[in-house]
């Protein structure tokens, strides 16, 4: 089939790709004409496992294409998708500006009966706007085309977005039109084998199961920081707290770590937008309230153990703070809403510098934070770790899972772990002759 994708980002270049792979004809289309150059040239814009050779195999057998052309794209295609960006408005509801800018130019350029997919997670009612939008311009136009907007939310992960891309759990669709259904039955069909995992649905359901999906996800996490906070003053360990309950399978063993708080471009955007929705209906989110303000202050929450540790936060004037992580998780180099930041801020307020390694997002700290003296980005952990005072893990890369705690001690001066993932058991980390402190892991093994 024939499919034009609107925005290359992670959700726009990595669905293009996946629908390239097994045989469809996609044109990506992007307003940045540089990421376009770049894409033709087989630059990939971001770190994805898996997808740069992807990229590249299917713009090679033609499957794949870049272009700023709107029109000609829109018109040879059977599918529209409109993949771009929902950033948050001031008071966090999503910004719709360049989705309706895409429906727009669709209006304006549709030739013959497409169907018109969103795949951005947008506000319930956006596909309705869509259509208007569409509808308007066709108006304009004086045209009759017949065309549908069906809500199709991507579930990917950053990081294993390909993986997930190609084996969705399930599809879900939203439209009231069973023609709908059935062409992108057929669209997805090769993702689709062995068993069905289309799951259709009314339009407004659709847009609503993506936020709901995510709010849940994050309600997880913060549930176990919540917990985490508690089994620390009560000197209980949340690692033996969440091995006694994940074996539940109405709890599950996904979701349920504890750590420096949920950051990216989904979880933080999605539940404040979901509040949003929910407040401009006159429902009262606070549920999803409390999910946010707990993400915000267990971001807090590492720089807290610091200042305890240190017995106040002059202490750490002049310190050289290692810290292992920058990206908001691992196998990406993204630092949206990543825990890092907020914690390196903490730390430079209090006089403190920093030195940092991640294995992917150096550039991207590079360009988020500039060249300053407080602030080192090191080649290895090992590097970072010369004449750091202390070490803070905030990133669970598989690397910093079991280091060497003889050749940390032997470079840390003050010899203090902070853990912000709970990556290490304490009594490994102390027998190396280093203090250890955990997210949620008690009064009993660092007493207050
Ligand atoms: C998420 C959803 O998982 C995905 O389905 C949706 O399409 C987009 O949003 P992503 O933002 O890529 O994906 O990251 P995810 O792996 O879900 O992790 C989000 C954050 O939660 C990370 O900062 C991670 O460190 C944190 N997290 C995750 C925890 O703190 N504890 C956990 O148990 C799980």
């Given at each position: 089939?024939?499919?034009?994708?609107?925005?290359?980002?992670?959700?726009?270049?990595?669905?293009?790709?996946?629908?390239?792979?097994?045989?469809?004809?996609?044109v990506?289309?992007?307003?940045?004409?540089?990421?376009?150059?770049?894409?033709?040239?087989?630059?990939?814009?971001?770190?994805?496992p898996?997808?740069?050779?992807?990229?590249?195999?299917?713009?090679?057998?033609?499957?794949l294409?870049?272009?700023?052309?709107?029109?000609?794209?829109?018109?040879?295609?059977?599918?529209?998708?409109?993949?771009?960006?929902t950033?948050?408005?001031?008071?966090?509801?999503?910004?719709?500006?360049?989705?309706?800018?895409?429906?727009?130019t669709?209006?304006?350029?549709?030739?013959?009966?497409?169907?018109?997919?969103?795949?951005?997670?947008?506000?319930?009612?956006?596909a309705?706007?869509?259509?208007?939008?569409?509808?308007?311009?066709?108006?304009?136009?004086g045209?009759?085309?017949?065309?549908?907007?069906?809500?199709?939310p991507?579930?990917?992960?950053?990081?294993a977005?390909?993986?997930?891309?190609?084996?969705?759990?399930?599809i879900?669709?939203?439209?009231?039109?069973?023609?709908?259904?059935?062409?992108?039955?057929?669209?997805?069909?090769?993702?689709?084998?062995?068993?069905?995992?289309i799951?259709?649905?009314d339009?407004r359901?659709?847009?609503?199961?993506?936020?709901?999906?995510?709010?849940?996800?994050?309600?997880?996490?913060?549930?176990?920081?919540?917990?985490?906070?508690?089994?620390?003053?009560?000197?209980?360990?949340?690692?033996?707290?969440?091995?006694?309950?994940?074996?539940?399978?109405?709890?599950?063993w996904?979701?349920?770590?504890?750590?420096?708080?949920?950051?990216?471009?989904?979880?933080?955007?999605?539940?404040?937008?979901?509040?949003?929705?929910?407040?401009?209906?006159?429902?009262?989110?606070?549920?999803l309230?409390?999910?946010?303000?707990v993400?915000?202050?267990?971001?807090r929450?590492?720089?807290?153990?610091?200042?305890?540790?240190?017995?106040?936060?002059a202490?750490?004037?002049?310190?050289?703070?290692?810290?292992?992580?920058?990206?908001?998780?691992?196998?990406?180099?993204?630092?949206?809403e990543?825990?890092?930041?907020?914690?390196?801020?903490?730390?430079?307020?209090?006089?403190?510098?920093?030195?940092?390694?991640?294995?992917?997002?150096?550039?991207?700290?590079?360009?988020?934070?500039?060249?300053?003296?407080?602030?080192?980005?090191c080649?290895?952990?090992?590097?970072?770790?010369?004449?750091?005072?202390?070490l803070?893990?905030?990133?669970?890369?598989k690397?910093?899972?079991?280091?060497?705690?003889?050749?940390?001690?032997?470079?840390?001066?003050?010899?203090?772990?902070?853990?912000?993932?709970?990556?290490?058991?304490?009594?490994?980390?102390?027998?190396?002759?280093?203090?250890y402190?955990?997210?949620g892991?008690?009064?009993?093994?660092?007493?207050?």
């Amino acid at each position: 089939m024939h499919v034009t994708i609107f925005g290359t980002g992670y959700v726009g270049l990595v669905s293009g790709t996946c629908l390239a792979e097994v045989g469809h004809d996609v044109v990506c289309v992007d307003i940045d004409q540089r990421k376009i150059d770049g894409l033709e040239a087989g630059v990939i814009p971001i770190y994805e496992p898996g997808l740069e050779p992807m990229v590249r195999a299917n713009h090679a057998a033609g499957r794949l294409k870049f272009t700023t052309d709107a029109a000609a794209a829109i018109a040879a295609s059977e599918v529209v998708f409109i993949a771009v960006g929902t950033p948050p408005d001031e008071d966090g509801s999503a910004d719709l500006q360049y989705v309706l800018a895409v429906a727009r130019t669709i209006g304006r350029h549709l030739q013959a009966p497409a169907i018109v997919v969103d795949k951005s997670t947008v506000p319930v009612g956006t596909a309705d706007k869509v259509r208007d939008a569409i509808a308007a311009e066709l108006a304009a136009r004086g045209v009759d085309i017949a065309f549908d907007v069906v809500s199709n939310p991507e579930f990917l992960k950053e990081g294993a977005a390909v993986e997930d891309c190609m084996r969705p759990d399930r599809i879900v669709l939203g439209t009231s039109s069973p023609a709908s259904i059935e062409r992108l039955r057929r669209l997805y069909a090769p993702f689709n084998r062995n068993h069905d995992r289309i799951v259709a649905m009314d339009v407004r359901s659709a847009e609503l199961t993506k936020y709901a999906a995510n709010a849940m996800l994050a309600t997880k996490i913060s549930f176990m920081n919540e917990i985490a906070g508690i089994a620390e003053k009560v000197g209980a360990d949340i690692e033996q707290v969440r091995k006694g309950i994940g074996s539940d399978p109405r709890i599950g063993w996904h979701f349920i770590y504890p750590g420096a708080g949920y950051g990216g471009s989904c979880f933080p955007k999605d539940v404040q937008a979901l509040a949003r929705t929910a407040v401009q209906h006159g429902h009262e989110p606070t549920l999803l309230d409390a999910v946010e303000s707990v993400n915000d202050r267990q971001k807090r929450h590492l720089f807290e153990l610091a200042v305890r540790h240190y017995g106040g936060a002059a202490a750490l004037r002049g310190k050289t703070i290692a810290l292992w992580g920058l990206a908001f998780k691992p196998n990406t180099d993204d630092m949206r809403e990543a825990s890092s930041r907020r914690l390196v801020q903490q730390l430079w307020d209090a006089g403190a510098r920093v030195r940092a390694y991640d294995p992917e997002a150096r550039e991207e700290a590079r360009r988020i934070f500039g060249d300053r003296d407080d602030l080192v980005l090191c080649d290895s952990a090992g590097d970072a770790l010369q004449g750091a005072d202390a070490l803070v893990v905030i990133t669970e890369w598989k690397q910093f899972r079991s280091p060497d705690f003889a050749q940390i001690r032997a470079r840390l001066g003050d010899g203090v772990l902070f853990d912000g993932r709970n990556l290490y058991e304490p009594a490994d980390v102390e027998a190396a002759g280093i203090a250890y402190w955990g997210i949620g892991r008690g009064r009993s093994i660092r007493p207050e």
